[in-house]
């Protein structure tokens, strides 16, 4: 997930126009992807996602980080956490409405690798209060935005954790990858 440097995953109003990308990023994330075959996500991202990626690879200007990644896309399981989306019409998706313990739980045991959270800042905030992050794979984006939607919000008891990377990109960008340390 990006994060500004004061903790921000997007603006006041869903901003996301100051998050920092180039080809070595692009290239670094789709390595780690392509390990992986769930991603989570919440019903506003997960939308976002569905207007671009089916389609990503077909466009005339397509670059080789949407060719790969609309690839991935398509093939991945994807988990959507909304009261209102419907199933009808999605292709390897499920949609959790209710009783999310159980059925995170559920799926945890299916998955066949590791599942990715996308974005999705209410779905974070839901599962870090459910305890249901094993780990944080963060891009320190290099601003300070002051106000925005904070990647940690609700959190009740301190969580420790334990640095597995960090990589710094030409674009500024800081990669933090940390595990859920008991």
């Known amino acids: 997930m990006h994060v500004s440097l004061d903790g921000f995953v997007a603006g006041p109003n869903g901003e996301m126009d100051w998050i920092k990308f180039d080809e070595e990023l692009f290239d670094y994330v789709g390595k780690r992807i392509s390990e992986c075959d769930s991603a989570l996500y919440g019903r506003v991202t997960f939308q976002m996602m569905e207007n671009y990626w089916p389609t990503a690879a077909e466009k005339p200007e397509a670059s080789k980080h949407d060719i790969e990644h609309s690839k991935w896309y398509m093939n991945a ?18 949609i959790i409405r209710d009783n999310l313990p159980d059925r995170i739980e559920e799926i945890k045991q299916k998955a066949g690798k590791e599942i990715l959270l996308f974005g ?20 320190v984006n290099p601003i300070i935005l002051g106000r925005g939607i904070p990647l940690f919000s609700g959190v009740k008891d301190k969580i420790n954790l334990k640095l597995l990377n960090t990589r710094k990109f030409t674009c500024g960008v ?9």
């Open 77 to 94: 399981h994807k988990i959507v956490l909304s009261r209102t989306m419907k199933e009808e019409g999605l292709s390897k998706t499920t």
């Open 174 to 182: 800081t990669e933090l990858d940390y595990t859920v340390a008991g």
């Open 120 to 139: 999705s800042p209410r779905a974070t905030h839901s599962l870090i209060q459910l305890n249901f992050i094993d780990g944080y794979w963060l891009f």
